[in-house]
């Protein structure tokens, strides 16, 4: 806030009138960012659906048991009753399968085009910038759709596999782009004075490049996990006949009748992750200046 | 450990974009020799320490290495060490794995490698820093971690690129005593870069003076302060003033040259003919007040005092000329405004060929 004790009054309601507006914007800001998490936390424990928060119809926490609950208790509900807990179980079981497979093969590519961008000077270097980046900037769909036509023409049916694919892709750009800006903050000297002390270039990767990049690879590891768990558009297009998470819940989202709380508490705890991975990294890289 | 000779036979090196670093030179340097290459920044002096380490191959002619032919061999295959300007010390790595890292490169083993990192470590005074990081070390210290890594893979040939500009003016002055030290208990053949004539005086055998690519003097400290054989070198290294004329008579290796400020006599080391345009250059503590052999008028506009030492400048119309006096009290004053009499002997001034001049500081600063 402006001190505004020794402002002359007509320039004082002026800067009162920017502060104010400054402020009712940054409430608005907030208001729209957060007003619909809260939202959806609340009615993640209101015992109605579809959900809902202006009629409470008492505090429940069966749309987060719903996974685990015993089998008897689930008939009896008339809402989850309807619900296929087996088939959410093993979409979410696909979409780790997939994140299993699409992170490191994401962080490979991206160091392998991170380090060629970095350390090969070349004039195709702006080209070829373009061609490992477009595929981020494609359409997510353009990007499932090719996947399955040219791995169908190749005989390999649309499921996992073609999933993977078609989100390594793109996903493969976010480490490379978190990759290049470390590379390019390591001093090339450190490279020539390890050659120049006898190492092969192998060495020199392993010994330097490589832990020198080690909290940027575990940053763009969780950032490829993240964009392949969510991923939604490419994977529609990729899956077949198979599902994931994120498409299942799609699927349960289109629901006419409204869809059931469960996507809900879903949704909170993905928050209450997010929140938790947040608070953790900033405490952990406290300690570490700290030291 | 060993030094090796080094020797640059023609060798050019043109940079892709068309630029030629270096002109054909020719160049040795004697094994267990503390040789500096001296010149102002992009002289060219780093692009032969890099084509000697290896990084660059020459576009024309030979670097041999104890007469051996490097060409074709990467900097991890010659037997060279580089100190890198800002040390590129490994940040991740404990000082010791620093020191140790050439051996490691070798395929030593652990026990061997903390050894002999602990046997240079205590040779440069840090016996007891080892487990500590390049980070937790104080500058000098960082710079003596520097010189142990390189020692330790025993290299023939160890090069420093300006390894000491980074340091504050005392521990720049200590280091240089060290570097000495370390080359003399070590006998390994430093090249050692830099634009810093103090630090090649004190600390090298042999100098060679460098401006635009070309090698323009080689020499002894002493020999390329009193008898410089070009202007660049005349005006580079130390002090001088500078006297612009033409030839007017020569004798046996003296000549005279007609100034505007009179008829002077000096040194002819290149045997210029009468006639020939020069310029004559002689240092502000080989300057008399009271007149010598050559004489001219001139008034004191400026005094310095340095302690020991008292800067005098004055004005010959219109030239400034430097005189360096000993603070003994006799030194003129200020208010002494009267012209006085200024000299120099004969023998402590030379006469060289026209020729490109280092900057001066003023032209420095109003780039």
């Keep these: 806030m402006t001190d505004l004790s020794h402002t002359p009054p007509r320039r004082r309601l002026r800067l009162l009138t920017a502060d104010g507006l400054l402020s009712a914007y940054t409430w608005a800001f907030l208001v ?90 070349s004039r195709a270097n702006s080209a070829l910038w373009w061609v490992l980046l477009s595929p981020m900037l494609a359409p997510g769909i353009v990007l499932g759709l090719s996947a399955l036509v040219f791995w169908s023409r190749l005989g390999v049916d649309a499921g996992l596999f073609t999933i993977v694919m078609a989100q390594t892709t793109f996903i493969a750009g976010y480490p490379m782009l978190i990759l290049m800006a470390r590379l390019q903050r390591q001093p090339v000297e450190l490279e020539e004075a390890a050659l120049d002390l006898g190492a092969t270039p192998f060495r020199v990767f392993r010994r330097l490049t490589l832990p020198y990049l080690a909290p940027a690879l575990a940053s763009a590891a969780v950032i490829a996990l993240m964009a392949s768990m969510e991923n939604y558009n490419t994977t529609m297009f990729a899956k077949g006949g198979a599902c994931t998470f994120a498409t299942e819940i799609g699927a349960m989202a289109r629901n006419p009748n409204g869809h059931p709380p469960v996507i809900n508490a879903v949704g909170t705890v993905i928050i209450a992750l997010t929140v938790a991975g947040a608070l953790l990294h900033t405490f952990l890289s406290r300690r570490e200046q700290g030291r | 450990m060993r030094g090796k000779d080094v020797t640059l036979d023609s060798v050019s090196i043109t940079y892709p974009n068309g630029f030629t670093a270096v002109e054909p030179t020719d160049l040795v340097v004697e094994a267990g020799e503390f040789f500096s290459i001296l010149g102002p920044s992009g002289c060219g002096k780093t692009t032969i320490l890099r084509a000697v380490s290896g990084f660059i191959e020459p576009s024309a002619g030979r670097v041999l290495i104890g007469g051996e032919d490097m060409a074709g061999s990467g900097p991890n295959a010659r037997p060279t060490a580089l100190i890198f300007q ?36 205590d040779l440069v005074a840090l016996g007891d820093q080892g487990d500590k990081l390049p980070s937790e070390l104080s500058g000098g210290q960082r710079q003596r971690v520097a010189i142990a890594r390189a020692l330790a893979v025993e290299p023939a040939v160890l090069l420093l ?88 008579d020569v004798e046996a290796g003296m000549a005279q040259i007609e100034t505007p400020l009179g008829r002077f006599r000096a040194r002819n080391p290149d045997q210029l003919e009468p006639g020939s345009e020069a310029m004559l250059f002689v240092r502000p503590e080989a300057m008399r007040i009271g007149g010598d052999e050559n004489r001219f008028e001139a008034h004191l506009v400026r005094r310095d005092l340095e302690g020991a030492f008292l800067n005098l400048f004055f004005d010959a119309r219109g030239t400034e000329i430097a005189v360096h006096v000993t603070n003994d009290g006799h030194a003129p004053e200020l208010h002494d405004a009267a012209p006085m009499p200024l000299g120099f002997a004969a023998a402590q001034a030379v006469i060289l060929p026209r020729g490109a001049l280092a900057r001066t500081g003023q032209e420095l600063a109003a780039q």
């Design chain 1, 32 to 121: 729209f960012m957060f007003l619909p998490l809260l939202l959806m936390i609340l009615s993640s424990f209101n015992d109605t659906s579809p959900p809902s928060v202006t009629e409470w119809q008492g505090f429940t926490t069966k749309w987060y048991t719903f996974f685990w609950m015993p089998e008897e208790t689930l008939r009896a509900d008339p809402v989850l009753r309807s619900l296929d807990r087996d088939r959410f179980v093993s979409c979410f079981g696909n979409s780790l399968y997939v994140a299993a497979m699409v992170v490191p093969l994401s962080l490979l590519l991206g160091l392998a085009g991170a380090v060629l961008l970095t350390r090969w000077r």
């Design chain 2, 86 to 121: 800002n040390l590129a010390l490994f940040p991740l790595m404990p000082v010791w794995e620093n020191v140790a890292f050439g051996l490691e490169a070798r395929g030593i083993g652990k026990k061997a490698r903390r050894e002999k990192a602990q046997e240079l470590l």
């Design chain 2, 161 to 248: 690129d300006e390894p000491l500009s980074a340091l504050d003016l005392k521990l720049r002055q200590h280091m240089r005593a060290e570097l000495r030290a370390i080359q003399k208990k070590t006998g390994v053949t430093f090249i050692y870069i830099t634009h810093d004539q103090g630090e090649a005086l004190t600390m090298s055998d042999r100098i060679a003076v460098m401006n635009n690519g070309v090698i323009e003097q080689v020499g002894t400290g002493d020999e390329i302060y009193s008898h410089p054989r070009t202007a660049f070198a005349a005006s580079f290294v130390g002090e001088t003033n500078r006297f612009e004329g033409r030839i007017a």
